[in-house]
């Protein structure tokens, strides 16, 4: 079946309820969006659907036919998304195995809300699971990026 | 500075003094140590700069980590210690993860290994001697071709210089890296250090935001096969019988073998393999397992805490002393068993070939995996090749004596012929064993008339850690060091005339394993907790009753006096709100944390922390700052959540909704505060965890009165 992946499309030969995120790691090599559940509860397989964040760990390939999915190497070509660019700033990094999730869940979240409170971000986040604890650091970024987009419009 | 093999790193490393004069001071009995180690702890180890560092013609600098980078930051910090050295260009230095040998194996355990909050600090002296000696050695490479003196050459930034004469490092480094390393190099003064001490970036940034970063369950090699392997349900059972047809007859699956842990299915993916397990049909034979309940472990823990156990520390006679003290508190403490739920489920990649062995994985423990490997390869453990990949958390789990997880793929890999990555589920990694142990503890002392502590008797119940690995010889008068430390060396004894400290230490089926921090985990939830309490029956409050316990340590009273002035202790909190506040000292760190709470239904919620941290010199301020503030919601998901439990010998928690950890909508704002000191430079990686459960239940008692004792925190338990 065809899938559209980060501005390709790709044959997989894979069966209709194959999650998403094994076919993007196992079958096309994509292997930056993480496994952590398989049942939809940590967000380490967090990618975008149409721009729309998805878990892909519990979403079969029947699901995404057609649509465009946005995986962590997909973000930005240059690995510059003002998401990105906060989290080195920052420093936000542990471990670092949840934070393709956690990437993808912000720059969802900052297209929708370019100016998030600190609700906003923890509603919006708290699908994403940290084991390293960084998320004192991922709620300062989320408002860095959200300057840096801000900057980067007006400039 | 390339092309040294190994074999010649180990034969320069037989001779005398570099890098010597490590303090070691570590929870792990010295006994206990020379066992784990597969070499003489070699703080007589000559330094070889070559194992350590790589300078490429273009000037890139790669420093070859000996430890893990697991979260900690060590990629970084251990690189900036050996760039402030090597005077080089921090812009063009990269690090990665040496390959396991033993010219890499810790100063004081004499394997290679991450853990016990070490990797600074054991590494400290070693790794700034490399970068000298290497400076050294591209000088001398420089003033040979220039026929000049070494003395009169100079080198920084990645240049060594001569009057005019300039060559930069990468032009000289292939010529320095054939000459001797130098017996004897000067180390830079502390007050000229430009890098170490300076909040720097992390170097593995790029690849962590990118989705780059390899981890080990990113492996893929040619031809290679996924494996899930179906183990048994109760601790120690056995496979009986297994059917596999129905498992093979799902597509993409190839075969299903069984080996010691369990039966695998082999498949060409994971999905496929999942799916493969799914359908295979095995008889268990579980033994006296299944008759294994928490509850009747409680009982008998609760039977035990009472009676007195194998002395672990002693002073006066606590027992009589207890019985002149004008009142006496008494309490009993409990902690349940854990599990380390790294973000990434445990994996581990194997390949075998005639006569070598390949393994990509994330792991504490590389030259122990690499043994047991060979071992199961039927190689030398020389032939066997370890390729360390980012951990996703290790937190303890990845350092594992029994090396079950590599085990089971070089099993795998041999049976099929071909590489095989096993893959953990969630539901695996959290059944799979190798918890934190479940302990009580029970805590009596007497005050005297003015309310100082006279007496105290401290009795713990708990599996031994080291039990359940090959070293459980080493357990001498039924002590093992890692179940009582924080309470059997505990500063406020100092200040105690009369005191006793003893230990049970049962045995279980359930595999424990060392979890991040250890026996300090529940030692400083009873002491800081008990202390508190203790505070409440004199009438103090609890920071003032803690300076006067600390009037001779001044490390702990800093630490207490710091962290209370930055949290403003004593001033108004908003209605509805409480204070607590814990201190303990754990892997050479002292800290405290003091924290804000309220009660919402039947949820605590924690909405402030400030830490002060006491860990001697820093490298780098801002991978400190960094892990206290991980090493609180690491904690905090023990304090609030965190609990396994058993039934008829099993496991009843599975996956993230039974087994919680804290979210990003119950993590508090957490500030540190590093503070100045002389002291000898400590971990960090641990020592944030264990104040943090007593700080919140101490809190938890200021704001409703009820005094909670047993972990995780529920305030409607009994």
Known sequence: ?155 | MTGRSLSRRRFLAQSAAAGGGLVIGFSLPTAVRRVLAQEPPQTKRKVDPNAFIRIAPDDTVTILLKHSEMGQGVATSLAMVVAEELSCDWMKVSSEHAPADLAYAHTAFGMQMTGGSTSTWESFDQLRTAGAMARQMLIAAAASRWGVAEADCRAENGVVSHGSKRLRYGEVASAAAKLPAPEQVRLKDPKDWTLIGKPTHRLDNPAKITGAAQFGIDVRRPGMLVALVARSPYFGGKVKAFRAEKAKAVPGVVDVVQIPSGVAVLARHFWAARLGREALDVDWESGAEDRHYTENQRTTYRRMVRSPGAPASTRGEAAAAILRAAKLVEAEYEVPYLAHAMMEPLNCTAEITPGACEIWTGTQFQTGDQAAAAKIAGVKPEQVKLHTMYLGGGFGRRANPNADFVSEAVHLAKAAGKPVKVIWTREDDIRGGYYRPMWMSRLRAGLDANGRISSWMHTIVGQSILGGTPFKAMIKNGIDETSVEGAADSPYLKSIPDYHVDLHTPESPVTVLWWRSVGHSHTAFAVESFIDELAHAAGKDPVAFRRELFKDDPRHLRVVDHCAEKFGWGKPLPAGRAAGIAVHESFKSAVAHAVEVSVEGDAIRVHRVVSAIDCGPVVNPNGVEAQIQGGVVYGLSAALFGEITFSGGRVEQSNFHDYPIVRMNQAPAVEVHIIKSGEPMGGTGEPGVPPIAPAVANAVFALTGKRLRRLPLRLTQT
Request: aromatic residues 4%; neutral net charge; glycine residues 10%.
């Open chain 1, 1 to 155: 079946m065809k899938l559209h992946v980060n501005g390709k499309e790709h044959e997989v030969a894979a069966p209709a309820d194959m999650p998403l995120l094994w076919a993007l790691r196992d079958l096309l090599g994509l292997t930056g969006t993480k496994y952590g559940c398989g049942m939809a509860l940590c967000g380490v397989c967090t990618v975008h659907a149409d721009g729309l964040p998805l878990r892909s760990c519990v979403t079969p390939l029947s699901a995404v036919a057609g649509r465009k999915i946005t995986t962590i190497e997909g973000l930005d070509p240059q690995g510059a998304h003002p998401v990105q660019k906060a989290w080195a700033e920052l420093d936000v990094v542990q471990c670092g195995y949840c934070q393709p999730g956690q990437i993808m869940a912000a720059a969802a979240l900052l297209k929708e809300t370019p100016r998030p409170t600190d609700e906003e971000i923890d509603a919006a986040l708290s699908g994403n699971l940290c084991r390293c604890g960084t998320y004192v650091r991922i709620r300062a970024a989320v408002h860095r990026a959200s300057e840096i987009s801000a900057a980067g419009r007006r400039s």
